[in-house]
């Protein structure tokens, strides 16, 4: 496992991350997309109706910022013929973006735009390739304060000649429609991200702070470049409401993780909580993995709809704590497989065994990616930051209950975590555990902690 992952590591070569003005994005991006829940059929009210569900059920209160209008929120195929501006759709947004902007403003929230490195949106707007200082201006003057920058559309004269091997540990063989890049290709020097970098500049000319989040999809290798782009990058194509996808594209985005620390952040597409036909547990998972990924958290539901549980799963204060700690940046990493060997990619086979430290001590995951519920076992010296002999008191995640004070020997065994589920366990400094250790002395080789 270790040599397979030095060599992955050393083949990143990651980048320190762009500076932002105002320090947006120093942190993973909390808030809501309208795509997932709405495709086109957008308008001013429902975003105002987000903006107030996002106050009313507490969600800004738990962090959640951001109101992110997605594709279609434009005049089709035209801007205005002096400015080249583009043109909001008045019959969507009567008051305009500007004024839509600062309704959102009004309720201590930010606001986000849509467009496209292309010449036209994904569902065929204008787009902002060629245009990029027009577009930065006009977002700057509506009070935009976020960014969803697409790849659709892309002119011929930009399209890159050869595109990255997305799968880890294969090699992708090159077919007719499909060119792949050699060992060694500099990314960076792309055709993408010249259009990337693009708006970059513009968006750097304007004295608004906007939060840049690229939607290249991953082809261009863009975790190898992101950071010097921009705050959050997309490593993966749609994300759907399907349990599987979501694993396949968990998976992918774990081999781009160490790329990711403050101001820069592998984006694996947003939220489908709260959308059929996911279950309880299943939005459980997809919560924990993206959380513990360092990922932009955006909620892609109709959140004048969305059931109360999961609500709570968007709330949870412990996964959040984690996703937007100060302290440190960097992600929860894999510290063993599972289902599939250690670090080798299998479509729906992620990592199932998950550590990160972040303030409040080491977050730990366990994902149960079998179909009847199973034991978990892992021993304390298998985790990264655990210190052997240490005491440590131990709450559960989800619920916040302590599960008791244990010194760091031996294993830990959880008992039939259920199918698709996700146990999350936070390992906080023991000293108030003097009092109350349940496990003492070398000789207790096993912890058996029930949930």
């Given at each position: 496992?270790?040599?397979?992952?030095?060599?992955?590591?050393a083949s990143l070569s990651p980048v320190l991350s762009v500076a932002a003005k105002g320090g947006?994005?120093?942190?993973?991006?909390?808030?809501?997309?309208?795509?997932?829940?709405?495709?086109?059929?957008?308008?001013?009210?429902?975003?105002?109706?987000?903006?107030?569900?996002?106050?009313?059920?507490?969600?800004?209160?738990?962090?959640?910022?951001?109101?992110?209008?997605?594709?279609?929120?434009?005049?089709?195929?035209?801007?205005?013929?002096?400015?080249?501006?583009?043109?909001?759709?008045?019959?969507?947004?009567?008051?305009?973006?500007?004024?839509?902007?600062?309704?959102?403003?009004?309720?201590?929230?930010?606001?986000?735009?849509?467009?496209?490195?292309?010449?036209?949106?994904?569902?065929?707007?204008?787009?902002?390739?060629?245009?990029?200082?027009?577009?930065?201006?006009?977002?700057?003057?509506?009070?935009?304060?976020?960014?969803?920058?697409?790849?659709?559309?892309?002119?011929?004269?930009?399209?890159?000649?050869?595109?990255?091997?997305?799968?880890?540990?294969?090699?992708?063989?090159?077919?007719?429609?499909?060119?792949?890049?050699?060992?060694?290709?500099?990314?960076?020097?792309?055709?993408?991200?010249?259009?990337?970098?693009?708006?970059?500049?513009?968006?750097?000319?304007?004295?608004?702070?906007?939060?840049?989040?690229?939607?290249?999809?991953?082809?261009?290798?863009?975790?190898?470049?992101?950071?010097?782009?921009?705050?959050?990058?997309?490593?993966?194509?749609?994300?759907?409401?399907?349990?599987?996808?979501?694993?396949?594209?968990?998976?992918?985005?774990?081999?781009?993780?160490?790329?990711?620390?403050?101001?820069?952040?592998?984006?694996?597409?947003?939220?489908?909580?709260?959308?059929?036909?996911?279950?309880?547990?299943?939005?459980?998972?997809?919560?924990?993995?993206?959380?513990?990924?360092?990922?932009?958290?955006?909620?892609?539901?109709?959140?004048?709809?969305?059931?109360?549980?999961?609500?709570?799963?968007?709330?949870?204060?412990?996964?959040?704590?984690?996703?937007?700690?100060?302290?440190?940046?960097?992600?929860?990493?894999?510290?063993?497989?599972?289902?599939?060997?250690?670090?080798?990619?299998?479509?729906?086979?992620?990592?199932?065994?998950?550590?990160?430290?972040?303030?409040?001590?080491?977050?730990?995951?366990?994902?149960?990616?079998?179909?009847?519920?199973?034991?978990?076992?892992?021993?304390?010296?298998?985790?990264?930051?655990?210190?052997?002999?240490?005491?440590?008191?131990?709450?559960?995640?989800?619920?916040?209950?302590?599960?008791?004070?244990?010194?760091?020997?031996?294993?830990?065994?959880?008992?039939?975590?259920?199918?698709?589920?996700?146990?999350?366990?936070?390992?906080?400094?023991?000293?108030?555990?003097?009092?109350?250790?349940?496990?003492?002395?070398?000789?207790?080789?096993?912890?058996?902690?029930?949930?």
């Amino acid at each position: 496992m270790l040599t397979i992952f030095a060599f992955f590591l050393a083949s990143l070569s990651p980048v320190l991350s762009v500076a932002a003005k105002g320090g947006v994005g120093r942190l993973p991006a909390l808030g809501f997309n309208s795509w997932n829940a709405f495709h086109c059929d957008i308008d001013e009210s429902k975003f105002l109706t987000a903006a107030q569900k996002i106050v009313d059920l507490g969600l800004k209160d738990a962090g959640y910022e951001y109101v992110n209008i997605d594709d279609c929120w434009s005049m089709k195929d035209q801007r205005d013929p002096k400015t080249h501006a583009m043109l909001p759709n008045m019959t969507k947004f009567p008051d305009g973006i500007d004024g839509l902007a600062k309704k959102i403003h009004d309720m201590g929230l930010k606001i986000g735009i849509y467009s496209s490195a292309g010449t036209k949106t994904c569902e065929q707007y204008p787009a902002s390739i060629n245009y990029e200082d027009v577009d930065a201006k006009s977002f700057s003057d509506w009070g935009i304060d976020y960014l969803k920058y697409d790849n659709c559309f892309v002119p011929d004269n930009m399209k890159d000649d050869c595109q990255f091997c997305m799968t880890p540990n294969t090699t992708c063989q090159d077919t007719a429609q499909d060119k792949y890049c050699p060992a060694g290709y500099d990314y960076s020097k792309s055709k993408t991200a010249q259009r990337y970098n693009a708006m970059r500049d513009a968006l750097n000319k304007q004295t608004r702070p906007i939060l840049y989040s690229l939607c290249e999809w991953g082809t261009a290798g863009v975790h190898f470049w992101g950071n010097t782009t921009a705050q959050s990058w997309r490593t993966t194509g749609d994300i759907s409401p399907n349990f599987t996808a979501i694993l396949t594209i968990a998976n992918l985005n774990t081999f781009t993780l160490d790329s990711v620390d403050f101001g820069g952040h592998s984006d694996p597409d947003m939220l489908e909580i709260g959308n059929a036909p996911l279950t309880n547990v299943q939005e459980r998972t997809h919560f924990a993995l993206w959380a513990v990924m360092k990922s932009p958290l955006l909620i892609g539901t109709d959140l004048d709809k969305i059931k109360p549980s999961s609500v709570a799963i968007l709330k949870n204060k412990n996964l959040l704590a984690f996703n937007q700690d100060d302290v440190y940046g960097k992600p929860a990493f894999p510290f063993k497989w599972g289902s599939a060997p250690d670090w080798t990619y299998v479509p729906n086979k992620p990592a199932e065994y998950w550590a990160g430290q972040y303030k409040e001590g080491i977050m730990i995951l366990l994902f149960n990616n079998h179909d009847t519920a199973k034991d978990y076992t892992f021993a304390f010296r298998e985790v990264p930051g655990v210190k052997l002999g240490q005491k440590y008191h131990v709450v559960d995640g989800w619920t916040d209950n302590d599960l008791g004070c244990f010194t760091a020997t031996g294993s830990v065994v959880i008992p039939k975590i259920a199918a698709s589920d996700t146990v999350v366990l936070i390992l906080k400094d023991g000293a108030s555990c003097l009092k109350k250790l349940k496990v003492r002395g070398a000789r207790e080789r096993n912890v058996i902690i029930p949930l």
